[in-house]
């Protein structure tokens, strides 16, 4: 593979960790020690992928995420964050952050980050077919794949506001199961939920990562749709 992937950290023993990983995926790693010198090196580099540290000395990460996406706004840009720091995260999605993976390290969320990203760099060279509706006998069906941000918006709201008008029992919002939300898809998914607040068509969310489903659920999303987890034909009656 030899794609590369640039992690920001100020602590080396993390450094070094990521780089024994990720080389053994494939990976051509790129270190830095704190954002300034991660924005120096994604200056110079310009790999595709970024996992950066949240807090560290001379630059922040946070900081780091806005220099990186106003040089190329298309990086996937991972934070590391506390654990529980739902904070952090949710300020990093809104600043188009594309996924978020918690402190202490597991290798399994790592892997998965991983598949995720790799997926939504493909869907972003062909964006056809990253919001497809379907109507099933129960329910009207929209698959969701990729990163949902403000670029996907219009084809999902095009997308819901055909899925309403098939005068279902439901409209299920499905996330294929690399799919991320990044702060801008997530106020206008939000918005998209509250106008439809009141009108009797229940909507259900599935197919969300464990780590967007906090972040739904901290924003209050889940007062607008139903967080649906099960096997989703007896939903849809498919």
Known sequence: MNDKVLVIDDERPT???FTLLLSAYGYEVLTAENGREGVETFQREAPELVLTDIKMPI???I?????????????EVIVITGHGDMDLAIQALNLDATDFINKPLKREALEKALTRAKERMTIARNAE???????KSRAAVIGVRGNVSAMTMPRLTEAFEKAVAMDKEAVLIEFEKNASINGAGITGLTELLRSNAGSGTR??????????????EALGI???AELFDQETEGLTGA
């Open 222 to 224: 889940t007062r607008y």
């Open 59 to 61: 630059m922040d990460g």
């Open 63 to 75: 900081e780091a995420l806005k220099a990186i996406k106003k040089l190329n706004p298309a990086t």
């Open 15 to 17: 450094l070094k960790m």
């Open 203 to 216: 909507i259900f969310l599935a197919g969300l990562s464990s780590n967007f489903r906090s972040v739904f």
């Open 129 to 135: 077919g990253q919001v497809v509706l379907e109507e």
